[in-house]
Each structure stands twice: as C-alpha cells, then as structure tokens.
C-alpha cells in the first residue's frame, strides 16, 4: 500500500492515525485490553452460552478506522459470504439450492483460533509489510485475551483474509470433486447433484452400517494445516428427503425459512393488533425472548414502552423479505399486518405485481392511451407508438398512473430514449415509485411455438378498470414492420400497446406491440416484441448517450449561446453537440470537440 499507515514503524505515527497519541493507545491496550471491554453472553441453539466482548467507545472507534481500512484491501473469494459488503447468508445458501445432497461442517471456536500470533503474521505480510513493531502494536488492537475477540468491528475482516488460503484451497477441493463450496464465518457448506453412493470421499465418508458422517481425510487435512478444528457435533448430510438447511435458511426448492419461525411473527403480530404494543412487548419479554436484553435495550424498554417490541417485529419480517424475496406473498401479508399495526394500512401490500408495476399512459396530444410497466434496473417501458411526439422538453402532455386511487396522483414520466425501429421507449420512473416492486427481465432465447404467455394491459381503459390480464400461448413468429415478433393467439387490443408478456415465472419476455382494435376477430396478428430487442436498445451508444443527455437535461445547466462549450458536474460539454442532442465531453476550451468541428476552426 502506498498509503503511510501500511508501513509505519513508529507508535506516534500509529497513534495518530487513529486521531490520538500514543499514551492514549498504549492506555487502551497494555499492560492488557481488559479494561477496555465489556463481556456478555447470549444463548446458542444447543443452549449453550456465546461470549460477547464489545469494545468500549474509544477502542470501537479506532477498530472501526482500521477495519474500514482493511476492507478496502480484501478481495472476497467467490464462495466467501460473511462479513461481506452486497454478500450474505442469503446469498450464501443460493449456492446450494436444489441439490440432491447438502453437507455442513462447523469450525471450532472460530475467532477463538485466530490469535495474537497469526494476526501479527498477517500484518506483517504482503500487502500490509507493517514494521514488527508496528505489527504488534496494530495486532494488540485488534485482539484480546490473546486472540480475534467475538465482537469487535475489526474481528470480521481479519478472519476472513486469515480464510484467504484456506477458501482457496477448499474452493479447488470442491472443484477437483465437481461440487459447490462456500462459507460463512465458521459455517462450511459443499453441496453435491450425485448419488449417495457417489459421494467424494475426499470431502466426506459414510458408514455403510450405521450411517454416521465423517468428515473426509482432504478436508479435514486442510482445514487443520490452517489452524482450525471441526466440531464434530455439527458434521451433518442432509438429502432431498430432509429439511436441507445452510446458514439457517431452506434450500431444498428455493429459499424458505422454518415454519415455526413464520408463524411465531404473525403470532406476535396477531397479540400487537388485539392487545396493543405494550401488553404485547411485555407477553413477549417474559414468556418468548431468549436472547439476553442488552442495557441499551432495556433504557429503551423503560423509556418507550413498545418500541423495542414493534422493532423486534420489524426486523422478523425485513428477514422474511431478505431470504424470500419482496413479492412472496407471506411476507406481503406479514407486511400489510404491520402497516395495520402501526395504524396506517398500505393496501399496496394486499395487490398483485400486475396491479402494481403496470401502469397507463395518456397521451394527451392526441388523446390516446397505452400501457407502460416498471422494469428492474432499468425503468418504465413502453411502445414508442404509445408516447408518439414525446421528447425531453414536453413529457408533460403524458400522464402516467396505476389504475387505482392513484388517477388524481398522476405523473409526468421524463423521457429518456426512444427507438422507432424496435418501437421500444424508456421513461425515467419519478422517485415516488421507488418502493413499487418493479417486473423482472426474462430471457426470451428459448422461446418456442405453444409457450404459454400472459398479456397485461389496459385495453378501453376508464376509471377503476383494473389491468386486463389474459393468458395464450405462441402460435408463430414473424418479421411485420421490420420487427421480429412472437404471434399469440391471446388479444392484444389497442391500448394493451407498451404491456408486459410475462412468462410463467412472472418475468417479462416480450412487450406487447399490435393487435385488434376491438377484440371482434379482425385480425390474429396479435403480437409482441421479444425482450431482447430491449436488451439490444440499452446497451446501445445512442440510448447511453441518452442517458446521460436526459441526467444533463434535469439539471438545466446554465448555457451562454456565445460559449463552444458549457461545465456540468464540472466537466466540459460540447454545446454544439448538446443543442443536438448528443453528449460530448471535451478536455478544455481549447481541445475543440472531436464530435463535431474542433474549437480552433470554430474560434478562426
């Protein structure tokens, strides 16, 4: 690192990279940390206790500083999940869902191994080459009690790069036996798609007669080389037939959680709506929480009746959301209980995806409507036939809004782009959409003749319709128009024109494009446009070139008609370029721009 603290070899230095002197941090760390913890416990699941020890404020914050400089050097392998920034134990159990085998190991006291020494050796090493002075010092900060302490903000990141090796060599293990491997924390997981009897022995054994689990000699030989044991009270093989279980979730088609955990959060819910939040905290405390109540904890308790328990109920079902997704239907109604709760009822929670990504368009220039529909990470799609004459400067002739309660809440969507050879247009969804679930992108590639599909749209749309939703199946494919399309035998009716076709997993494949004006039979070119012609428009020069033009256009940046050039973001535009709707950063007022004729001949 080329940044000083990596490798200080003076205290001060040290001290004051972390805003203090050096008597202020050898203070916090010799002659030991003990003073500068406090200690707790909380229960386990085989009912043992865990021990806590939790920095006080001034040596927290300082872990924090370092901590945060260490993330910034750790690269995570692909199959690590803890303490990982976009990474979870979410994202660690889809690693292994749907397998015919699941198998479970756990690491022994796994902060507990990683002591003074090893922490020492780390920082000593690329790409840190801390001093050994500076080394020790650092390491002193970072343990207690002689070893990575279960609590500490640095504690995550160390063990992980101390992991380094090992989840690489664990990683080809798995690779060597055709098998997925991740880990989290102390958690270790290989799943497998292969008979029992075909199991690798390398990663584990059973016993024909009794059916005991062993952990295999080349697993547990690298594990050991690392340092660390297994706890061979928690090596456990789980097949299709029994609850297959990583980091507490389900795997076995999809991820779900315990039923008992889903129905003790609408039981607490169900006590909060009939006897209110403080009966129903207090119900709670002393009959179900098993985790000890921490002192903040219980300041909040005496102070604010009610508030820890509504927490607790919110934090259950924000978990219920995180491992089964935000349209499952358990945790919508989970989350419409709590909108109850609370007093204030979000009926959003009570409705489809089709009544809530997809929306209509009025144009109000030629008094025409059509339908749009939100789509993930990219924005309201419609048909460019549907918002005819729209541009970045009278979006405002073109409401948008969602069928219910929301025709006195209409918007004006910006534009972004829009393409008349695939009659495709991208609108810039407002920022009260934000929480709106949008629709999913398919993959249209395997598409074929006799696929059933489902139109969405608002066909004769008046008020308090609701979308029309009709189910077909592909009859043909053909190029009209100059557009490859898909021909279903369901009706597409004008003001359908812009919806979504979903699959059967609800993802949008196609948008639906032409058909009948009336549903009386006149034509059977009912027709849609295979998504990909979307993904063919998005990455695209012009439509990124688009982008950028309408995030310019927002801001109305200052331009003066006698300048070749105007700053934004501070950056130099093109105004030439602009004024013709292209975006051309140049390096100075000099430079000239390479898109059109350069400054000098302009200036000559």
């Known amino acids: 690192m080329d940044d000083p603290f990596s490798i200080l070899p003076l205290q001060e230095q040290i001290a004051e990279k972390f805003g203090c002197d050096y008597k202020q941090l050898s203070s916090l760390i010799y002659p030991n940390t003990n003073k500068s913890y406090k200690n707790f416990s909380i229960p386990k699941k085989n009912g043992e206790r865990r021990i806590i020890n939790a920095p006080k404020v001034i040596l927290l914050r300082i872990q924090q500083t370092f901590a945060k400089e260490l993330s910034t050097i750790y690269t995570p392998r692909k199959g690590t999940h803890g303490f990982i920034k976009e990474r979870s134990i979410v994202t660690n159990a889809e690693k292994h869902v749907n397998k015919k085998y699941v198998f479970n190991i756990d690491l022994k006291d796994f902060f507990g191994s990683i002591h003074f020494g090893r922490v020492r050796n780390l920082l000593r090493s690329d790409p840190f080459n801390y001093s050994y002075a500076g080394a020790t010092i650092l390491a002193q900060i970072c343990c207690h009690n002689g070893a990575l302490p279960q609590g500490a903000p640095t504690s995550p990141v160390i063990s992980n790069m101390i992991c380094w090796k090992l989840d690489a060599q664990l990683q080809q293990l798995a690779h060597e036996n055709r098998c997925t491997y991740?880990?989290?924390?102390?958690?270790?997981?290989?799943?497998?798609?292969?008979?029992?009897?075909?199991?690798?022995?390398?990663?584990?054994?059973?016993?024909?007669?009794?059916?005991?689990?062993?952990?295999?000699?080349?697993?547990?030989?690298?594990?050991?080389?690392?340092g660390f044991q297994i706890n061979e009270q928690k090596v456990r093989l789980q097949g299709r037939t029994q609850r297959q279980e990583v980091t507490g979730i389900t795997v076995n088609r999809g991820l779900n959680l315990k039923r008992s955990f889903i129905r003790q959060t609408a039981s607490m819910l169900h006590a909060w709506k009939k006897h209110g939040v403080i009966a129903a905290?207090?119900?709670?405390?002393?009959?179900?929480?098993?985790?000890?109540?921490?002192?903040?904890?219980?300041?909040?308790?005496?102070?604010?009746?009610?508030?820890?328990?509504?927490?607790?109920?919110?934090?259950?079902?924000?978990?219920?959301?995180?491992?089964?997704?935000?349209?499952?239907?358990?945790?919508?109604?989970?989350?419409?209980?709590?909108?109850?709760?609370?007093?204030?009822?979000?009926?959003?929670?009570?409705?489809?995806?089709?009544?809530?990504s997809t929306f209509v368009i009025d144009n109000l220039i030629d008094d025409s409507q059509g339908t749009g529909f939100l789509l993930e990470d990219v924005g309201l799609i419609t048909n460019a036939h549907v918002v005819l004459g729209m541009d970045h400067e009278n979006h405002i002739c073109y409401d948008t809004y969602r069928h219910y309660d929301e025709q006195q809440l209409k918007k004006n969507c910006p534009f972004i782009y829009a393409s008349k050879k695939h009659d495709i247009a991208i609108l810039k969804p407002v920022d009260d959409w934000k929480n709106i679930i949008p629709y999913k992108m398919g993959v249209d590639k395997y598409l074929k003749t006799g696929d059933e599909v489902t139109v969405v749209g608002f066909p004769g749309f008046s008020p308090e319709s609701t979308p029309h939703i009709c189910k077909g199946r592909i009859t043909s494919r053909k190029k009209l128009f100059g557009v490859q399309a898909w021909i279903i035998n369901a009706p597409i009716n004008h003001g359908c024109s812009g919806g979504p076709i979903l699959n059967s997993h609800r993802e949008v494949i196609g948008i639906?494009?032409?058909?009948?004006?009336?549903?009386?039979?006149?034509?059977?070119?009912?027709?849609?446009?295979?998504?990909?012609?979307?993904?063919?428009?998005?990455?695209?020069?012009?439509?990124?070139?688009?982008?950028?033009?309408?995030?310019?256009?927002?801001?109305?940046?200052?331009?003066?008609?006698n300048d070749n050039f105007f700053k934004h973001d501070d950056k130099n535009y093109c105004r030439t370029c602009y004024e013709s709707k292209i975006v051309s950063e140049i390096a100075d007022e000099k430079s000239g721009c390479s898109s059109c004729q350069p400054y000098q001949e302009i200036t000559d």
């Open 281 to 356: 905290e207090k119900e709670y405390i002393e009959k179900y929480r098993t985790k000890t109540i921490k002192e903040w904890q219980e300041e909040v308790l005496a102070k604010k009746p009610g508030v820890f328990f509504s927490a607790v109920v919110k934090g259950r079902i924000n978990y219920i959301k995180m491992v089964k997704g935000r349209t499952d239907p358990v945790y919508r109604k989970l989350a419409y209980q709590q909108s109850e709760a609370l007093g204030n009822p979000n009926k959003d929670f009570q409705r489809s995806l089709e009544q809530l």
């Open 512 to 561: 639906a494009t032409f058909g009948e004006k009336y549903h009386d039979g006149s034509t059977e070119l009912n027709g849609f446009i295979p998504i990909s012609a979307l993904e063919e428009v998005i990455t695209s020069p012009e439509y990124l070139n688009a982008v950028l033009y309408a995030d310019i256009f927002k801001e109305n940046p200052t331009i003066d008609k």
């Open 182 to 226: 991740s880990r989290y924390a102390d958690d270790i997981t290989f799943s497998f798609n292969v008979p029992k009897g075909k199991l690798p022995s390398q990663i584990l054994r059973v016993n024909s007669k009794s059916e005991e689990v062993l952990v295999g000699n080349g697993l547990a030989k690298i594990i050991e080389e690392h």
